[in-house]
């Protein structure tokens, strides 16, 4: 079992900029983050492998960025530009190689408003 504690988000204004934490308590082969909003589907922004594969939802790519540190087991989103469609709270996710096991985090939202 794996647990994922998030921080870092929080109500920012159009333009700005926000970085998502996410700590795992053990090494685990992926880590991302999905987004849920109001009346929508839970969909995907982006996840990395341990090997540095990355993929990014078309709606973010070029404004978001996301990291890893291994030593840390830790997954990062770095996230510019934000506009007011990328409010919605925002998960860690994280699951194994073979995709038998998935985990995911207790969210934390993310408002953008002027």
């Known amino acids: 079992q794996v647990q994922l504690v998030e921080s870092g988000g929080g109500l920012v204004q159009p333009g700005g900029s926000l970085r998502l934490s996410c700590a795992a308590s053990?090494?685990?082969?992926?880590m991302g983050w999905y987004r849920q909003a109001p009346g929508k589907q839970r969909e995907l922004v982006a996840t990395?492998?341990?090997?540095?594969?990355?993929n990014y939802a078309d709606s973010v790519k070029g404004r978001y960025t996301i990291s890893r540190d291994s030593a840390k087991n830790s997954v990062y989103l770095q996230m510019n530009n934000l506009k007011p469609e990328d409010t919605a709270v925002y998960y860690c996710?994280?699951?194994?190689?073979?995709?038998?096991?998935?985990?995911w985090g207790q969210g934390t939202q993310v408002t953008v408003s002027s």
């Open positions: 990395e492998t341990t090997g540095g594969r990355t």
């Open positions: 996710y994280a699951r194994t190689g073979d995709g038998s096991r998935a985990y």
């Open positions: 053990g090494s685990i082969f992926l």
